[in-house]
């Protein structure tokens, strides 16, 4: 490609892998970005109509003037060669096209639930299930109270043995990196049993 | 950030892209980092404005979705004013790392393991 002969003195680019915080609409995604992110985290709007979207997939949003979706996401330097990002996925299901873009490469991903309104989280669960992506749930307290066990809400949502689900408060910096590190544990018992 | 009043901010990027909304290439996905050639090529045309922008953010290594956002552009946008630098030899781009569902690379989880274990 143009330019690659040139880049011998250039500062050398780290690896970069990224993991998705998915779930519905005001789980505290952003939240959970925020509070592992060593930046705060940054915002991309991309316009619609950019995206492929057809007229007509227009219909039906909200406000006429709701013509772009927004990505959160964040930063953690892992080591001077590795950097990881976190996305935290749109909300809104009709946005949905974005996250093949986004869910394209990532280690795998984070779906928050909401205790008090769970089915909002079912769309993503059913996203990463469907594509083989794999996930671990999080359970975000509101208030960081959990009136239910863990167990309790794998039954809810059907999930299989295999993906932990872990209470947490998306607020807490060692809370958010915990859920991350299950992910991460999960991947690598999965990769080890492969 | 952002948001606000997205009236008039659709037909900027439109216009600083000259009306192209696709990229001549592939390269800049979201996790893409992005390095400006220092020194630059010796016959380098002086560059536009917004691509003196990119190339002032990207002096050290920067992912294009960083660049997006302190840009305030859509990464679509900005995949397409990077491509003309790439072609331009004013940048060089590095993939994201690959992940394979099929043959994990275990060396790579542990290092995120450990490095999330340091926070």
Redesign the interface.
């Known amino acids: 490609m143009a330019g690659s002969d040139l880049a011998t003195d250039a500062p050398s680019a780290p690896d970069t892998v990224k993991i998705l915080i998915a779930g519905g609409f005001g789980v505290g995604k952003t939240t959970m970005v925020g509070s592992v992110s060593e930046i705060v985290p940054l915002r991309t709007e991309e316009p619609l109509t950019m995206a492929g979207l057809g007229v007509d997939d227009l219909d039906g949003i909200e406000e006429k003037r709701a013509t772009t979706v927004a990505l959160d996401f964040g930063r953690i330097t892992i080591s001077r060669d590795l950097v990881l990002y976190l996305f935290g996925t749109p909300g809104q299901q009709r946005f949905w096209f974005m996250w093949n873009d986004l869910a394209l490469g990532a280690l795998g991903a984070v779906v928050l639930v909401d205790v008090r309104r769970p089915e909002s989280s079912f769309a993503a669960i059913d996203f990463f299930e469907r594509r083989g992506i794999p996930f671990v749930v999080g359970v975000n307290g509101f208030h960081g109270e959990h009136p239910y066990p863990a167990e309790d809400i794998r039954e809810a949502l059907a999930l299989p043995e295999h993906v932990q689900v872990l209470l947490c408060d998306a607020r807490e910096r060692e809370s958010s990196r915990d859920v991350l590190i299950a992910l991460i544990d999960q991947l690598i018992a999965s990769a080890v049993q492969a | 950030?952002?948001?606000g009043d997205?009236?008039g901010?659709?037909v900027r990027?439109f216009a600083l892209t000259g009306g192209r909304?696709r990229p001549n290439?592939a390269?800049f996905?979201?996790?893409?980092?992005?390095?400006?050639?220092?020194p630059p090529?010796a016959n380098a045309a002086r560059p536009q404005p917004e691509h003196t922008r990119i190339l002032r953010l990207c002096a050290?290594?920067v992912?294009v979705?960083?660049l997006?956002?302190?840009l305030d552009l859509?990464?679509?946008?900005v995949a397409i004013l990077l491509c003309d630098l790439?072609?331009?030899?004013?940048?060089?781009?590095?993939p994201?790392?690959?992940?394979s569902?099929?043959?994990?690379d275990?060396d790579?989880?542990?290092?995120?393991?450990?490095?999330?274990?340091r926070?």
């Open positions: 950030m952002g948001g997205t009236a901010r659709l990027p909304t290439c390269d996905t979201l996790i893409a980092t992005v390095t400006a050639v220092d090529p050290e290594p992912a979705a960083e997006a956002a302190r859509p990464v679509s946008v790439l072609e331009a030899g004013r940048i060089t781009v590095r994201p790392r690959p992940v569902r099929t043959t994990p275990l790579l989880l542990q290092k995120v393991r450990d490095g999330l274990g926070l």
